[in-house]
Structure formats: C-alpha cells, structure tokens
C-alpha cells in the first residue's frame, strides 16, 4: 500500500530523471482512473491502486 503526502513514514516513488525532471512533470502526467492515480510514461505507467492523485504531493517523488 502506498502512502501519500509528506507525513512521517509516507512512501517515496524513485524515478528516473530522464523520464520526470520534478514533480511539475510528474503532476503533467497523472491521472485518476476511479480508484487510482495513474503516472503515464510514454507506453508505460505507474498505477497507484487505491490512491488519489490529489493527495500526492512533490514529497512523495525522488529524482535521480
């Protein structure tokens, strides 16, 4: 289960900064698919099952 926001102990997603530079790029991308937050990438994507993208915050990112 992932953990949004910047609270102790909430989730970080590690992407590669060739595919996200910052979190502008990743909230460009995102998307809400009933339930979920979906993080596109050309033809792939991230789905956070149970997540609303509302409630991810730049915190919740790492770019290296």
């Known amino acids: 289960d992932f953990a949004a ?3 102790t102990g909430h989730d970080v997603i590690d992407l590669d900064h060739t595919l ?4 502008g790029a990743v909230a460009a991308a995102l998307s ?3 339930d979920n937050a979906v993080i596109t990438a050309g033809a792939d994507a991230i789905t956070l ?6 409630n991810l ?4 990112f ?3």
């Not at 996200?20 to 979190?23: G, L, P, S, T, Y």
């Open 5 to 7: 926001g910047a609270a």
């Open 57 to 60: 915050v730049a915190a919740d």
């Open 62 to 64: 790492a770019f290296h």
């Open 32 to 34: 809400q698919a009933a």
């Open 20 to 23: 996200f530079a910052d979190f």
């Open 49 to 54: 099952v149970g997540v609303n993208s509302a």
